[in-house]
């Protein structure tokens, strides 16, 4: 097992009354991948993190393989969600991938 971690900022240009509609969004069609992209087993957004953070955003995923997640990477359902509700809004990207 595989374990996806990716952390955002939203872009500066982001206006903070758009943020929590932008959170939801990118909460919704992310978790909405699992049971879509092969072998993306599980996928929690954190859209509240504590005061303490860096981050804006958290994405924590479990996959079957490192095989599974290149796969995930370039899925279309993957891309279009990230294309269409992360990249537009987001910077700073920090990633960590792992086995389980």
């Given at each position: 097992m595989?374990?996806?971690?990716v952390?955002?900022s939203?872009?500066?240009?982001i206006?903070?009354?758009?943020?929590p509609?932008l959170k939801?969004q990118?909460?919704?069609h992310?978790?909405?991948?699992v049971?879509?992209?092969?072998g993306?087993?599980?996928?929690?957004?954190?859209?509240?993190?504590?005061?303490s953070?860096?981050?804006?955003l958290?994405?924590i995923?479990e996959l079957?393989?490192a095989?599974a997640l290149?796969?995930?990477?370039?899925n279309?359902?993957?891309?279009k969600?990230a294309?269409?509700y992360?990249?537009?809004?987001?910077?700073?990207r920090?990633a960590?991938?792992f086995?389980?």
């Amino acid at each position: 097992m595989v374990k996806h971690m990716v952390m955002w900022s939203f872009k500066e240009e982001i206006p903070e009354e758009k943020k929590p509609e932008l959170k939801a969004q990118i909460k919704e069609h992310l978790e909405g991948l699992v049971g879509v992209v092969p072998g993306l087993i599980s996928a929690k957004v954190v859209t509240d993190p504590l005061t303490s953070s860096s981050r804006d955003l958290c994405l924590i995923t479990e996959l079957e393989s490192a095989e599974a997640l290149a796969a995930y990477a370039v899925n279309p359902n993957h891309v279009k969600v990230a294309d269409t509700y992360v990249r537009p809004n987001t910077c700073d990207r920090v990633a960590m991938d792992f086995e389980m």
